[in-house]
């Protein structure tokens, strides 16, 4: 083992709808990239899958809640692309709030966890 | 997809130090298992593990801390065992703690994120 090691806690959050992730770490990575870049491939890229595995997250989310999260837009000098619902956008805050207010509320166990790991 | 679905939030925090994962779900389980049986075999088997396994999991938890959290037991009726010691219980419960106050405190988001998914 090194001499030093960086601690830190990580934590996933899966919203589970039946045996399917409805929602997970990086189906919200792909969605914030979607968002930033409007394009599912290109947000594939970005995120180091193939275009195939993109499409098939979007569709599970899309399956999963009542509404789709993502949509396609056609045309424009693209050729059309792919942009987040009201929904998707919604969902994306509400599930990064998740995390944020996990983190928070278990800074005193990780303080305290963190103490007894060896540096 | 199936006509109703359960619909379940699963939150998973690893403990990492450097690449190696100090703690996470399954170790905690496995520290449990410990303390209840008293033997790393008996509790790799409640834990669907092999015996490898779960000494692999026990020595990198002793690695990762300042002390062990796990120490053999010389002697008595079954030839020796293992136990918690007393960081390892203060651990396990600091672990479960962290989940349990997650949880409490996502409460709302979860609930809001419920409502968008199909039943």
């Given at each position: 083992?090194?001499k030093?090691?960086?601690?830190?806690?990580?934590?996933?959050?899966?919203?589970?709808?039946?045996?399917?992730?409805?929602?997970?770490?990086?189906?919200?990575?792909?969605?914030?990239?979607?968002?930033?870049?409007?394009?599912?491939?290109?947000?594939?890229?970005?995120?180091?899958?193939?275009?195939r595995?993109?499409?098939?997250?979007?569709?599970?989310?899309?399956?999963?809640?009542?509404?789709?999260?993502?949509?396609?837009?056609?045309?424009?000098?693209?050729?059309?692309?792919?942009?987040?619902?009201?929904?998707?956008?919604?969902?994306?805050?509400?599930?990064?709030?998740?995390?944020?207010?996990?983190?928070?509320?278990?800074?005193?166990?990780?303080n305290?966890?963190?103490?007894?790991?060896?540096?």
């Amino acid at each position: 083992m090194q001499k030093t090691n960086k601690l830190y806690c990580r934590s996933r959050y899966r919203i589970m709808s039946g045996n399917e992730i409805a929602l997970g770490p990086g189906k919200v990575d792909l969605l914030e990239s979607i968002h930033k870049v409007g394009s599912i491939s290109e947000a594939a890229r970005q995120n180091h899958i193939s275009y195939r595995r993109a499409w098939n997250m979007v569709n599970t989310m899309n399956q999963c809640f009542n509404k789709p999260l993502v949509e396609s837009v056609t045309g424009g000098k693209g050729g059309g692309g792919a942009k987040l619902t009201p929904l998707g956008e919604k969902i994306k805050t509400i599930y990064r709030k998740m995390e944020a207010k996990a983190s928070l509320s278990t800074k005193e166990e990780w303080n305290s966890l963190k103490k007894h790991l060896k540096k």
